[in-house]
């Protein structure tokens, strides 16, 4: 299904774009999604019911890490550490432009995204942002010390429908800490639903960059669930 874009803007070298349900009526409440990296064709099962909003970091390697790391490989770049900067934005002056402009149902929100995108999603949990529903694809839970932070942080957003799905093979070919993606994965699952046990909890077959269009539509399936929308 080709998305409609209904508006698209920049704040803060983050390019929000917005696809509204094709019948969209401003007298009425819609449950809305915010997808870090915003690739919404993934999300296009759901464009009928549900506000789509993708927001696309200039540089993600900053925005979506929650602290400066060292790169894993010689020649590339580090990793900046900017996600609280990053958040403030998206959940400050962006969440703040469309609630003016769309009529959002604030009890039905969910923020997520794939690999360092859902790794900012999660670490929203602990760093007070209360978004309605958190999720993470493929997060990339490896990230220096972040099992560690979340061992040790208390997880402020507790009231919130969360949904994570992650590769038993991820970092399969891998010689540096992405060897072990999988059993850090484990153990952000595992610390997560030791404190909100309904939290959803998937491991798949698959690699990290496998089967992308397949792992989306479970979550949008799950999602549509949750909410009671068609």
């Known amino acids: 299904m080709t998305l409609s874009i209904?508006?698209?803007?920049v704040r803060e070298d983050v390019t929000v774009t917005v696809?509204?349900?094709?019948?969209?009526?401003?007298?009425?409440?819609?449950?809305?999604?915010?997808?870090?990296?915003?690739q919404l064709s993934y999300?296009?099962?759901?464009?009928?019911?549900?506000i789509l909003v993708g927001l696309r970091s200039k540089n993600r390697l900053d925005d979506y890490t929650p602290w400066k790391a060292s790169a894993l490989r010689a020649g590339r770049p580090?990793?900046?550490?900017r996600a609280d900067s990053y958040h403030q934005e998206v959940f400050g002056s962006i969440m703040a432009e469309l609630k003016k402009e769309y009529r959002l149902d604030e009890s039905r929100i969910a923020y997520g995204g794939y690999s360092l995108g859902g790794l900012a999603a999660v670490y929203s949990l602990y760093s007070g942002w209360k978004m309605p529903c958190v999720f993470s694809i493929c997060g990339s839970f490896w990230y220096p010390e972040f099992t560690d932070y979340c061992r040790t942080q208390e997880l402020k957003n507790r009231d919130c429908l969360i949904y994570l799905r992650?590769?038993?093979?991820?970092?399969a070919n891998h010689t540096n800490r992405l060897f072990k993606a999988p059993l850090?994965?484990?153990e952000i699952h595992s610390l997560i639903q030791k404190e909100l046990p309904a939290a959803c909890s998937v491991f798949d077959p698959y690699g990290h960059h496998d089967a992308l269009k397949e792992r989306y539509a479970a979550f949008a399936d799950w999602l549509a669930e949750q909410w009671h929308i068609n």
Request: glycine share 14%; proline share 7%.
């Open 6 to 9: 209904n508006k698209r803007f």
């Open 19 to 38: 696809s509204l349900p094709s019948h969209y009526d401003g007298q009425r409440p819609y449950p809305a999604v915010f997808l870090n990296d915003g």
């Open 43 to 50: 999300l296009s099962s759901l464009s009928e019911s549900v």
């Open 78 to 81: 580090d990793f900046g550490g």
């Open 166 to 171: 992650n590769g038993k093979t991820e970092g």
């Open 184 to 186: 850090y994965a484990a």
